[in-house]
Every structure is written in C-alpha cells, then in structure tokens.
C-alpha cells in the first residue's frame, strides 16, 4: 500500500539554523510528492511539490526539498530558520491520477529564538 | 479572495444532531476533494467529485455522512446523528484535476460533537 512516513513527531531548531524535516515514501509507481504547512487552527498551505525532472524543488518562504529516489526520501530543508516558521508540516504522495493524497503524520516545528 | 473557502469555520452540536458544511472552491477547479482531521493525525481522504460526479468515497465515510456537488460548484458534506467521535476539521480541497496539479485548501470548518 502507498504510504508517507515522516519519522520524526517534533524538530528543534535555534532561528537562523538550518533545518530539515524527514520524508520518506513508499515505492510505488513514480510518486508526486508534496509538502504543506499548517499554522494553528488553519488549513493547510501548500509549500512546493516534486512531480519530475530536477531532485532539488524550490517552494515558498524559502524551503526547499530534495526528492532522493534510491532512499526513498523527499526532505524538506530551509538554510536559515525564523521564528515564523514554527508550524506543523505534512509530507504527503498522490495516489495515481490525483484522485487523493495520501499524508503523513505531520511534524511539528519549533524555531527557537 | 479566490482561494477555497468554507463554511462555518466552527460548529458546535449535540450528539445526535445533523449538520451541514459548505465548500466553496477555486473558480474552474473540477476537481473538489473532502478531508477529515483528528487532533496528531495528517488528515484522511473521504471523498472527492469531478464535476459533479462522486468519483471515490472512503470506507471511512459512513452511511451518515453524504456530500453533494450539485451542479459542480459548490459542495456540502452531511453528518446525520452526529457522534463525539465525529469531532474533528473538515477540510475542502480544489484543483484542476490534472495529476500534476496542486490540491489547495480552505481553512477547514472545525466540529465539535458535545
């Protein structure tokens, strides 16, 4: 079964650090991947995606994510942490034909000033 | 504002009560898709419409709940006989129905089951 596995429930990072939230998928067909940000209380915003071509995506707000095709991994990086970026954070894979996403667990995200 | 809205944000009801939630998405978006979101949990698929049609329903979706997109806008999501264990965000989605397209949501309405 297709699944989204994000290993980690909570990261911690000092602001102005790097950070990077794990993703990993499971093998199945070639995956869109995704990542989303939710605030508290709020719906979900879409950050960047993976579809094809270059592993390194680009996204909002200065994140990044690297698509690793033999780890089975879809990271999500920023090179300088804010305060403002402290959130939860999705992975998430299409199931074919955008019929739905499937998501992981969610990792929550605390910038420490 | 042209991104997906919803309604109400906020429901409060009884155990037992029907209720009604509203999604209204992205103009020309084909595609609408229901989630449900339970506290420390990445939220669960239950259904989605293109156009009008209902193309895919979650077992999750129990014979209490129906969802509707009459005429291929606008779509409602229907809870007879509301449980506790329904209290959960209720999330809307839209695109435009192309596999490479980008799923984007509203801001959920939140229910809470007394």
């Known amino acids: 079964a297709q699944s989204v596995a994000q290993p980690e429930d909570q990261v911690n990072v000092a602001e102005g650090n790097p950070l990077t939230v794990k993703c990993t998928y499971s093998v199945s067909g070639n995956p869109y991947l995704f990542w989303y940000v939710q605030y508290p209380n709020r719906g979900l915003q879409f950050l960047l995606k993976?579809?094809?071509?270059d592993n390194l995506v680009k996204g909002s707000y200065g994140f990044e994510a690297e698509f690793n095709k033999s780890q089975t991994s879809f990271h999500l990086k920023k090179p300088s942490a804010l305060v403002s970026d402290s959130a939860l954070y999705f992975c998430a894979r299409d199931a074919g034909n955008n019929r739905k996403l499937i998501w992981g667990l969610g990792t929550s995200l605390a910038v420490n000033p | 504002d042209t991104g997906v809205s919803q309604n109400p944000r906020h429901k409060i009801t009884k155990r037992g009560q029907n209720v009604t939630f509203r999604c209204d998405p992205i103009?020309?978006?084909?595609?609408l898709y229901w989630y449900r979101q339970t506290l420390g949990q990445g939220p669960e698929f239950l259904t989605y419409f293109q156009n009008e049609a209902q193309l895919e329903k979650s077992r999750l979706l129990s014979d209490r709940f129906s969802a509707e997109r009459p005429k291929g806008s606008f779509s409602t999501l229907e809870i007879q006989r509301t449980e506790q264990g329904d209290s959960a965000m209720y999330l809307c989605a839209s695109s435009t129905g192309l596999r490479t397209d980008t799923q984007y949501f509203g801001p959920g309405t939140r229910l809470t089951v007394l």
């Open positions: 993976y579809i094809t071509g």
């Open positions: 103009s020309e978006h084909n595609r």
